[in-house]
């Protein structure tokens, strides 16, 4: 029996194998699945559709443009980042910057009505957001993390060349070089500000006012940012201007970083 194991093992040793390569596709969901809709599915979905419609459809303002995430800076992620720092007028706040992480932008607002469905869609999760200070120091070894991850949401004022292999290059806040001996207040989300998405220096955060009630979900501030712009007659929009620039990027690696 021990000569009939031993044999076995050899032979689950004796295959090796090695990856060649890894191909992705994607499906586009768009109107086409409307056109056809499956009898079954509309079925099982009818009991529900009027409460989620109701839930989900109402609007909360209008987007002058698509807005889109990409790294290393896209308008949208701008956008985000600008929001967390207009919402530091709520808490009496005056943030210095405000980072919002790409990853967890998970659609985009089409140009025209946004509605709340729309603004789930976007910020899916129960993040919260929160303001910290960071000493100067601190602040070099966030953007050095932000260049490592090419790129994430950094608010107007931020300006940050970095390289296609992650490295910081040089970091501007407000037009002046980050001053290691000033401390800065920062406006981004609970998650961040726990040391996730590799953003370990939010771990050397001070003066935490991280307020957990369901309203201050990242969510409802999005949704009261269109509100306000809605009810001064403007439309959202926000552009790429230069926040994170990449120095040696290929056209092959934006087409992948877009991806």
């Known amino acids: 029996m021990t000569a009939a194991v031993l044999m076995l093992c050899s032979g689950c040793t004796s295959h090796r194998y090695q990856l060649k390569s890894v191909e992705r596709t994607r499906i586009l969901i768009d109107s086409r699945f409307d056109q056809h809709p499956n009898a079954e599915a509309e079925a099982l979905l009818q009991p529900y559709r009027h409460d989620v419609d109701s839930l989900m459809s109402p609007v909360v303002g209008r987007a002058a443009t698509y807005l889109w995430a990409q790294k290393p800076e896209s308008n949208l992620s701008n956008l985000l980042a600008d929001i967390m720092v207009w919402g530091g007028k709520a808490f009496n706040e005056q943030p ?35 303001f910290l200070t960071l000493t100067g120091d601190k602040v070099t070894e966030l953007f050095r993390q932000i260049a490592s ?32 001996q000033k401390t800065y207040r920062v406006a981004t989300l609970d998650y961040l500000a726990q040391g996730n998405d590799k953003l370990e220096a939010f771990l050397s955060k001070t003066d935490v006012v991280s307020p957990q009630e369901e309203q201050n979900n990242v969510r409802f501030i999005i949704m009261d ?35």
């Open 96 to 130: 210095d910057f405000g980072v919002y992480n790409i990853g967890g932008i998970r659609a985009a607002f089409s140009e025209g009505t946004v509605t709340y469905g729309d603004v789930v869609d976007v910020a899916p999760f129960e993040n919260k957001i929160c």
């Open 149 to 180: 991850t090419n790129g994430e949401g950094v608010s107007h004022g931020v300006q940050l060349v970095i390289t296609a292999d992650g490295k910081l290059v040089s970091a501007r806040l407000n037009g002046k070089p980050v001053d290691p």
């Open 225 to 259: 940012y269109f509100r306000e712009q809605a009810a001064a007659g403007r439309a959202v929009d926000a552009k790429v201007e230069g926040r994170i620039v990449m120095q040696g990027l290929s056209d092959k690696d934006a087409r992948e970083l877009m991806h």
